[in-house]
């Protein structure tokens, strides 16, 4: 079954960079574009982008800055979230998310990486 | 970019009701929409996509409708597990969006 499985809460210091993993599991990594939807507390969700698993090229929303960045290890099926930088405001909920097609509904859910930024 | 509004912002029903959301585009998406229910602490789990069409393992009791600019997600029965936030998301656009949410709580 598929599966997406992501690295653990981080704390982080402002200024610091944090990289988070999400691991795929149970189909064909390449054959099926990673999507990246953040959740700050009490707030809804918002689509960071997504990253082609073939090529590497990545699409980012439009707003969000160089501090964040795409890339994928295709040897072990990951894909990762780095953000540099950090913020107070980047303090969110991050998921990996992957559809049937590159631009479509998210079937499958990583179960999220809490960031926290704090002093 | 095209912008999702989601109505209720919140929601109160008893058990047995039939719930209504809306969800509206900026412009004309099709039936490019999906719906999602998430629960506190949890990922948001898929509902419905293409506007109409159920999840596998979703239960009969939800469905969707529209097409356009004007979306309805329905409950036709609430139950008390059906308590949770739920968005929809348009990917009509290469700039996907979602809907700000619709908590939804049991009178």
């Known amino acids: 079954q598929v599966q997406l499985v992501q690295s653990g809460s981080e704390l982080k210091k402002p200024g610091a960079s944090v990289k988070v993993s999400c691991k795929a599991s149970g189909y064909t990594f390449n054959n099926y574009a990673m999507n990246w939807v953040r959740q700050a507390p009490g707030q809804g969700l918002e689509w960071m982008g997504w990253?082609?698993?073939?090529?590497?090229?990545?699409t980012y929303a439009q707003g969000l800055t160089g501090r964040f960045v795409f890339s994928l290890d295709t040897a072990v099926s990951t894909a990762f979230l780095q953000i540099s930088s950090l913020k107070a405001e980047d303090t969110a909920v991050y998921y990996c998310?992957?559809?049937?097609?590159?631009?479509?509904?998210?079937?499958?859910w990583g179960q999220g990486t809490l960031v926290t930024v704090s002093s | 970019d095209i912008q999702m509004t989601q109505s209720p912002s919140t929601l109160s029903a008893s058990v047995g009701d039939r719930v209504t959301i809306t969800c509206r585009a900026s412009?004309?998406?099709?039936?490019?929409l999906a719906w999602y229910q998430q629960k506190p602490g949890k990922a948001p789990k898929l509902l419905i996509y293409k506007a109409s069409s159920l999840e596998s393992g979703v239960p009969s009791r939800f469905s969707g409708s529209g097409s356009g600019t004007d979306f309805t997600l329905t409950i036709s029965s609430l139950q008390p597990d059906d308590c949770a936030t739920y968005y929809c998301q348009q990917y009509q656009s290469y700039s996907i969006a979602f809907g700000q949410g619709t908590k939804v709580e049991i009178k």
């Open positions: 998310a992957r559809g049937p097609y590159s631009n479509s509904w998210y079937n499958y």
């Open positions: 990253i082609n698993t073939n090529t590497g090229n990545s």
């Open positions: 412009q004309s998406i099709s039936s490019w």
